[in-house]
């Protein structure tokens, strides 16, 4: 028991460096969900990029994406760049990196005025998935319309790497959801199947992302 509580001791010390945000400290949860933060934001080690096929980055946007990439790839800090309420662990979490274990950032060139830990927000964000030796970039997105379910993101995912996604053989879907369904189920905790088009196969097929591991059937 000794060793267990030395180490919740410790995340909970390292979790309050990063600036996490968490009230009960006796909560398993809580250790949970600063495992899973860490889990998101990676090692901080150097990394390549890769870009998923077909995504073409706005001309507007091109030199500030590849800074902040360059930054990231050499073990840059990426806790400025992401959401201001992804570091309060009482919250429900990012939806979107425990469904599709995708990462949203933000493409601000200085700091922000009203928190200057991270940098400031833009309408436009960096849609990407951090693995431990890799960032791979899956396009440059408006705020609006929202694109937090766009199915094109599982599609360029299947498309560029097939192997990050569990594909069910001859899963064609019967029931397909609109945008705001997907919303709503995923607001409450329920992973939707996706189809995607195999383009050699000239097929549709149903998935779900392999390292999404925060939302129930």
């Not at 998935?129 to 997105?141: A, C, M, S």
Request: include cysteine.
């Amino acid at each position: 028991m000794g060793l267990i509580r030395g180490f919740k001791e410790k995340l909970l010390e390292h979790g309050r460096k990063q600036g996490l945000i968490f009230f009960d400290f006796d909560s398993d949860e809580t250790i949970i969900r600063i495992l899973s933060f860490n889990r998101k934001i990676g090692l901080g080690n150097k990394k390549k990029i890769s870009f998923a096929k077909g995504i073409r980055i706005p001309k507007n946007y091109k030199k500030r994406v590849h800074h902040i990439l360059d930054y990231l790839v050499a073990g840059g800090n990426i806790i400025p760049y992401l959401s201001k309420q992804g570091v309060n662990l009482n919250n429900l979490g990012d939806l979107l990196f425990n469904d599709w274990n995708i990462l949203h950032i933000h493409l601000g060139k200085r700091k922000d005025k009203k928190d200057p830990r991270f940098i400031e927000r833009t309408g436009e964000l960096l849609f990407l998935i951090n693995t431990e030796t890799e960032i791979r970039v899956l396009g440059v997105y408006d705020h609006k319309p929202s694109p937090w379910t766009k199915k094109e993101l599982l599609q360029r995912i299947y498309d560029t790497w097939p192997e990050m996604l569990g594909i069910i053989k001859d899963g064609e879907l019967d029931i397909s959801f609109a945008e705001v369904q997907k919303r709503k189920l995923r607001k409450s905790h329920i992973t939707s199947f996706e189809e995607v088009y195999d383009k050699k196969n000239t097929e549709k097929t149903a998935s779900t992302c392999k390292e999404g591991n925060g939302i129930s059937m």
